[in-house]
């Protein structure tokens, strides 16, 4: 999992979950079954996006071989295993998987059953388990009655022009002149122009490097899932890396929707940039942790909205009026 990016809870939340699970490991009698699965959770509503603690349970007689639980049990949820316990009696054993489930789908979210199959030591027929469906409601991460598609800027609110007193007006043709005719008397050339050094341009080598890393993956073509996977994880990084480092945000130890609710509830940052940058951690989060990676029109898309959140969070806070006061 990539630094920030719908990152892991912090280690007290984890900690806790593999203290609570160790004191159950002492609970009821083993289940009397050959080979049996069950999922367990403590609600059946979640939040989108947001980790909430489930439990993997399967028992098998003690001549029986389990294989090994596969890789993507429970799809379309991404789990995170924190914790696993394990008991025995004088016929069965016990193991306990202790999760940290997270679903990236809103509404009713129904969840293929889990699947454990073993074999006898000796050899013989190979026996499966199936635990029931869960159904989780999933609740959006949006306020009510917001719209699940970003706000796009709308037509640009110029200032209204200012009437300005006749002797104001005055006053400013006769400095202009005092500065004119002070200039001559000097007859001294103006200075040449230079341009900005990095020192007084916020965030220009932050910039610059963020830049340099979406031209190598605008070039990059993978060609599996994992590449895919590992592209999206490239692409969050360098986005966060570029706010932590450009603008001193602790863009990497937190999860992706901690970080767009910061940015969201400060002046520092426009929306819009924020909605874009919105789609593009929500996009690597579903590759990373629901196993939905883009296809190549995805990543370009998602490539355009990375290069105009780079460019419009640099104007924003080195030219804009809301920048200019986030900096004082």
Do not use: N
């Not at 706000?151 to 004119?180: F, I, K, S």
């Not at 370009?300 to 909205?305: E, F, I, K, S, T």
Request: with cysteine.
């Amino acid at each position: 999992m990539s630094r920030g990016a719908c990152a892991a809870p912090g280690p007290a939340l984890a900690a806790a979950l593999a203290v609570l699970g160790a004191c159950r490991a002492e609970g009821p009698p083993i289940q009397a079954e050959d080979l049996a699965v069950r999922v367990e959770v403590g609600a059946h509503e979640v939040e989108f996006g947001r980790a909430f603690e489930l439990r993997l349970v399967r028992v098998w007689r003690r001549e029986l071989v389990p294989e090994p639980w596969p890789e993507r049990a429970l799809a379309p949820l991404a789990l995170e295993v924190v914790a696993t316990h394990r008991r025995e009696d004088a016929d069965r054993i016990e193991e306990t998987r202790v999760c940290l489930a997270r679903a990236f789908a809103a509404g009713t979210l129904t969840v293929a059953p889990a699947t454990v199959s073993a074999a006898p030591r000796g050899g013989g027929a190979r026996r499966t388990a199936r635990s029931e469906p869960l159904v989780l409601q999933v609740a959006s991460a949006l306020p009510a009655g917001a719209s699940p598609e970003p706000e796009l800027p709308g037509d640009l609110l110029l200032p209204r022009p200012r009437r300005w007193p006749w002797w104001l007006a005055g006053c400013a043709v006769a400095l202009g002149g005092a500065a004119l005719l002070f200039a001559r008397a000097r007859r001294r050339p103006p200075p040449p122009a230079t341009s900005p050094t990095p020192a007084q341009e916020p965030g220009r080598d932050a910039r610059s490097r963020a830049r340099a890393r979406l031209v190598r993956l605008r070039a990059a073509a993978p060609g599996d899932a994992a590449a895919v996977v590992a592209f999206c994880v490239e692409l969050g990084d360098l986005l966060r890396e570029y706010l932590a480092e450009g603008f001193a945000l602790p863009a990497l130890e937190r999860t992706s929707e901690e970080l767009l609710a910061a940015l969201a509830a400060t002046p520092r940052f426009a929306p819009e940039p924020v909605a874009r940058l919105r789609q593009v951690l929500l996009g690597c989060d579903l590759a990373k942790f629901a196993h939905r990676p883009p296809d190549a029109a995805g990543r370009a898309r998602l490539l355009d909205l990375a290069e105009r959140v780079v460019e419009e969070v640099h104007e924003e806070r080195a030219g804009s009026p809301r920048g200019a006061e986030a900096g004082a």
